[in-house]
């Protein structure tokens, strides 16, 4: 038990170190914290976005990170996504568990669906995939942002990190219009569930070669993004 | 890490002329700093409430410092709860052996490390490597510094000193690739392809954390390339470092957060990936996972009632990149590895003015302020520099002794004083400078003066007594 003595003397000493530094006495933590008032929070926590205005934003801001985004009507989906996987030559497709199945219904034969559920992929499995077919629980127009937050028809995170192509289906009633609503959003997620989120904002990329951008230096190097027109 | 290069800390002054000779370092610094200014400036000027949130964002950083034990405490719940463990850290060492002994209770030789400025910090690479460990950087431009045997110059791009042709040498050699070009897509995808292979086999991962809630226990790591989801992702075992004030009150507060780091760091919109996690999730990610509280110096940081802002910090690196200083001489004249401004505020405060290379660093700066403008929490830089001057005088005072008294710079503000104080002391004074002078101008300028005076020349020029005074001028105008 030495560690575990050593441990809890690390926490007093800095504990003691930072309320002597405050100058207070030892304090009761949940009344301390709960007896603080809101700070001031005047920025804005709303968009005065129209649905229209979301969708569009959403898919310009997208294709701005040199991802390919269209607008699709939701019967067109499956459809879409065939010619997706055949114009790019795909031919092994992970999905994850709760995915739309009229999705994937009508893909060409030589493409293999790899299903996460119920048997997990290995990371060898999902390393030698084309490409990953996934929802999502959200998507910023503001930002061009998606959100994934492990949900039904999302599935685990490495399922979207060790193909190199991601699909990616959401659907316009999915699209908030900035941060702060987003956030709002996942509040359940995080509080309740714990489950991890991941924002993704463009393929992967970086500017470490004299500032230029490369994509794809170890996430996917191809985003495509279907967005799901709603029906009026 | 093998260091080739190992800085030998001198005073700011002394080591700023060195890189200033550097041409490549001040082109590519230059150009860097260019860029992400103009970038910056588009992204931030997009939001109309840009203001309103770096005020949030300063009161909420403000709150934690002045409750710090509370949330430390409150984080600490919630992460068990969540089914993770907490270390705490008085300073490197005890982080470093914290980790050390972690790793090797799993039994491996080999981490996948997310770069982290805070395990830098406690120089936990060396430790490892002490131990038999190596940490593999897996950030394309940490990728480069470490195989380069060499320290990182800037936060966010930490091999803007090396140009495309160094790195397609340094691959070649270490890498063992026979043919590479020097265009930056076939530089990534060489290292694409040596990472990936070795983060398939890692069990386990180290990061540092952008920040963590303490109301649900979730830490963030926000990037770009996605390495920072690789590390939290695949191995089975996480390990993440945090300093203290890295902490944020609530999940809400991401609001504000997840707006201004992106624009003001890489002055995206939103960079590439934030990853979130909470504990861990079952068949989703590691299963273990380990966050150390550091401390390392920040309660004396905590401490100072004015130096306190220095903590809110979000390292995004917006204020190295509007420095004047900074952009001629680079992050390694910082000696540290928070170089820039907020370097010049942090480094002298965490290692105490006893360090004479830290003790010369909030002199690092003309004071011009672009530092404050821009910073996303609003840290009154130049405030903390021109207190932490004077604590650094009362440092010289108190423990200078007879070395302090006889101090050229001690003796001439002396000397100066005396003359100031009487018009006929002045005056003589002038009138003898103008002819002792005439042997140490030249080109209108004196750049070299004798013997202790040389002190003061060497890093700037004097101009000389003009031939008549603006006295002189007064007094034959009547
Ligand atoms: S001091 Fe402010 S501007 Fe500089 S890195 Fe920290 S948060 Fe950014």
């Given at each position: 038990?030495?560690?575990?003595?050593?441990?809890?003397?690390?926490?007093?000493?800095?504990?003691?170190?930072?309320?002597?530094?405050?100058?207070?006495?030892?304090?009761?933590?949940?009344?301390?914290?709960?007896?603080?008032?809101?700070?001031?929070?005047?920025?804005?926590q709303?968009?005065?976005?129209?649905d229209?205005?979301?969708?569009?934003?959403?898919a310009?801001?997208?294709?701005?990170?040199?991802?390919?985004?269209?607008?699709?009507?939701?019967?067109?989906?499956?459809?879409?996504?065939?010619?997706?996987?055949?114009?790019?030559?795909v031919?092994?497709?992970v999905?994850?568990?709760?995915?739309?199945?009229?999705?994937?219904?009508?893909?060409?034969?030589?493409?293999?669906?790899?299903?996460?559920?119920?048997?997990?992929l290995?990371?060898?499995?999902?390393?030698?995939?084309?490409?990953?077919?996934?929802g999502?629980?959200?998507g910023?127009?503001?930002?061009?942002?998606?959100?994934?937050?492990?949900?039904?028809?999302?599935?685990r995170?490495?399922?979207?990190?060790?193909?190199?192509?991601?699909i990616?289906?959401?659907?316009?009633?999915?699209?908030?219009?900035?941060?702060?609503?987003?956030?709002?959003?996942?509040?359940?997620?995080?509080?309740?569930?714990?489950?991890?989120?991941?924002?993704?904002?463009g393929?992967?990329?970086?500017?470490?070669?004299?500032?230029?951008?490369?994509?794809?230096?170890?996430?996917p190097?191809?985003?495509?993004?279907?967005?799901?027109?709603?029906?009026? | 890490?093998?260091?080739?290069?190992?800085?030998?800390?001198?005073?700011?002054?002394?080591?700023?002329?060195?890189?200033?000779?550097?041409?490549?370092?001040?082109?590519?610094?230059?150009?860097?700093?260019?860029?992400?200014?103009?970038?910056?400036?588009?992204a931030?000027?997009?939001?109309?409430?840009?203001?309103?949130?770096?005020?949030?964002?300063?009161?909420?950083?403000?709150?934690?410092m002045?409750?710090?034990?509370?949330?430390?405490?409150?984080?600490?719940e919630s992460?068990?709860?969540?089914?993770?463990?907490?270390?705490?850290?008085?300073?490197?060492?005890?982080?470093?052996?914290?980790?050390?002994?972690?790793?090797?209770?799993?039994?491996?030789?080999?981490v996948?490390?997310?770069?982290?400025?805070?395990?830098?910090?406690?120089?936990?690479n060396?430790?490892?490597?002490?131990?038999?460990?190596?940490?593999?950087?897996?950030?394309?431009?940490?990728?480069?510094?470490?195989?380069?045997?060499?320290?990182?110059?800037?936060?966010?791009?930490?091999?803007?000193?090396?140009?495309?042709s160094?790195?397609?040498?340094l691959?070649?050699?270490?890498?063992?690739?026979?043919?590479?070009?020097?265009?930056?897509?076939?530089?990534?995808?060489?290292?694409?392809?040596?990472?990936?292979?070795n983060?398939?086999?890692?069990?386990?991962?180290?990061?540092?954390?952008?920040?963590?809630?303490?109301?649900?226990?979730?830490?963030?790591?926000?990037e770009?390339?996605?390495?920072?989801?690789?590390?939290?992702?695949?191995?089975?075992?996480?390990?993440t470092?945090?300093?203290?004030?890295?902490?944020?009150?609530k999940?809400?507060?991401f609001?504000?957060?997840?707006?201004?780091?992106?624009?003001?760091?890489?002055?995206?919109?939103?960079?590439?990936?934030?990853?979130?996690?909470?504990?861990?999730?079952?068949?989703?990610?590691?299963?273990?996972?380990?966050?150390?509280?550091?401390?390392?110096?920040?309660?004396?940081?905590?401490?100072?009632?004015?130096?306190?802002?220095?903590?809110?910090?979000?390292?995004?690196?917006?204020?190295?990149?509007?420095?004047?200083?900074?952009?001629?001489?680079?992050?390694?004249?910082?000696?540290?590895?928070?170089?820039?401004?907020i370097?010049?505020?942090?480094?002298?405060?965490?290692?105490?003015?006893?360090?004479?290379?830290?003790?010369?660093?909030?002199?690092?700066?003309s004071?011009?302020?672009?530092?404050?403008?821009?910073?996303?929490?609003?840290?009154?830089?130049?405030?903390?520099?021109?207190?932490?001057?004077?604590?650094?005088?009362?440092?010289?005072?108190e423990?200078?002794?007879?070395?302090?008294?006889?101090?050229?710079?001690?003796?001439?503000?002396?000397?100066?004083a005396?003359?100031?104080?009487?018009?006929?002391?002045?005056?003589?004074?002038?009138?003898?400078?103008?002819i002792?002078?005439?042997?140490?101008?030249?080109?209108?300028?004196?750049?070299?003066?004798?013997?202790?005076?040389?002190?003061?020349?060497?890093?700037?020029?004097?101009?000389?007594?003009?031939?008549?005074?603006?006295?002189?001028?007064?007094?034959?105008?009547?």
């Amino acid at each position: 038990m030495v560690e575990g003595a050593k441990m809890s003397e690390s926490k007093d000493v800095i504990l003691g170190r930072i309320r002597g530094a405050l100058k207070k006495e030892v304090s009761d933590k949940a009344d301390d914290l709960l007896a603080l008032p809101d700070i001031l929070r005047s920025y804005e926590q709303q968009s005065s976005h129209s649905d229209e205005e979301k969708l569009h934003l959403f898919a310009e801001r997208v294709s701005e990170y040199r991802a390919v985004t269209e607008i699709i009507a939701e019967e067109d989906t499956g459809e879409r996504i065939r010619t997706i996987c055949s114009e790019s030559g795909v031919k092994s497709l992970v999905v994850p568990g709760g995915i739309d199945e009229k999705w994937v219904s009508t893909l060409d034969d030589g493409v293999r669906l790899l299903r996460d559920e119920p048997e997990p992929l290995t990371k060898e499995e999902l390393n030698n995939s084309d490409a990953v077919l996934t929802g999502a629980f959200l998507g910023v127009a503001q930002t061009g942002t998606i959100i994934l937050n492990a949900g039904t028809g999302q599935g685990r995170r490495v399922l979207t990190l060790l193909p190199d192509f991601h699909i990616c289906v959401i659907r316009q009633e999915q699209i908030v219009g900035i941060i702060p609503q987003a956030i709002k959003k996942l509040d359940s997620t995080v509080i309740e569930t714990g489950r991890p989120v991941t924002m993704i904002s463009g393929p992967s990329a970086t500017s470490d070669i004299e500032l230029n951008r490369v994509e794809g230096v170890h996430g996917p190097r191809r985003l495509h993004v279907l967005v799901i027109k709603q029906k009026s | 890490m093998n260091k080739t290069t190992a800085h030998k800390p001198v005073p700011f002054e002394q080591s700023a002329g060195r890189y200033l000779a550097d041409t490549q370092l001040r082109r590519n610094i230059g150009h860097a700093a260019q860029t992400i200014r103009a970038k910056r400036a588009n992204a931030v000027n997009e939001l109309s409430d840009w203001e309103d949130l770096r005020e949030a964002g300063r009161l909420i950083k403000e709150r934690v410092m002045n409750n710090l034990d509370s949330y430390l405490l409150q984080l600490e719940e919630s992460v068990i709860k969540a089914g993770g463990h907490v270390h705490w850290a008085t300073d490197g060492e005890d982080a470093n052996r914290i980790i050390t002994g972690l790793v090797k209770r799993k039994g491996v030789t080999e981490v996948v490390k997310v770069k982290s400025i805070t395990t830098d910090e406690i120089k936990l690479n060396d430790a490892l490597e002490k131990e038999g460990i190596h940490a593999l950087e897996t950030d394309l431009a940490e990728l480069i510094v470490q195989l380069a045997g060499d320290e990182p110059s800037h936060i966010l791009v930490p091999a803007i000193h090396k140009n495309r042709s160094e790195i397609r040498d340094l691959f070649k050699e270490k890498l063992n690739i026979e043919h590479l070009s020097d265009k930056p897509a076939d530089l990534a995808e060489a290292a694409r392809l040596y990472l990936r292979k070795n983060f398939l086999k890692a069990t386990v991962g180290i990061s540092g954390a952008n920040f963590a809630v303490a109301e649900t226990g979730t830490v963030v790591v926000v990037e770009s390339e996605g390495n920072g989801r690789m590390c939290t992702t695949l191995p089975d075992t996480l390990i993440t470092v945090m300093g203290i004030e890295k902490i944020i009150p609530k999940w809400q507060d991401f609001e504000v957060f997840m707006q201004l780091l992106p624009r003001s760091s890489t002055a995206e919109r939103m960079n590439p990936y934030n990853n979130f996690w909470t504990g861990i999730s079952d068949g989703d990610g590691p299963q273990e996972f380990h966050l150390i509280l550091l401390d390392n110096g920040r309660t004396k940081v905590l401490a100072d009632e004015t130096g306190r802002q220095t903590l809110f910090c979000i390292r995004c690196s917006a204020c190295l990149n509007v420095c004047p200083v900074y952009e001629r001489t680079g992050g390694h004249a910082y000696h540290s590895v928070y170089p820039g401004p907020i370097g010049a505020i942090l480094t002298p405060q965490l290692r105490g003015l006893q360090d004479q290379s830290a003790a010369s660093l909030p002199y690092a700066s003309s004071l011009c302020g672009a530092c404050y403008e821009v910073c996303p929490v609003k840290i009154n830089i130049p405030e903390v520099l021109v207190h932490l001057r004077g604590k650094v005088v009362e440092y010289k005072k108190e423990h200078g002794g007879i070395g302090h008294k006889t101090d050229t710079i001690h003796l001439g503000m002396k000397f100066m004083a005396r003359t100031f104080q009487t018009r006929n002391r002045y005056e003589r004074l002038q009138r003898l400078g103008k002819i002792g002078q005439k042997l140490f101008v030249k080109d209108g300028a004196i750049s070299r003066l004798p013997g202790e005076l040389a002190k003061w020349t060497s890093i700037r020029d004097v101009k000389p007594i003009p031939k008549q005074t603006f006295r002189e001028w007064w007094r034959e105008r009547k």
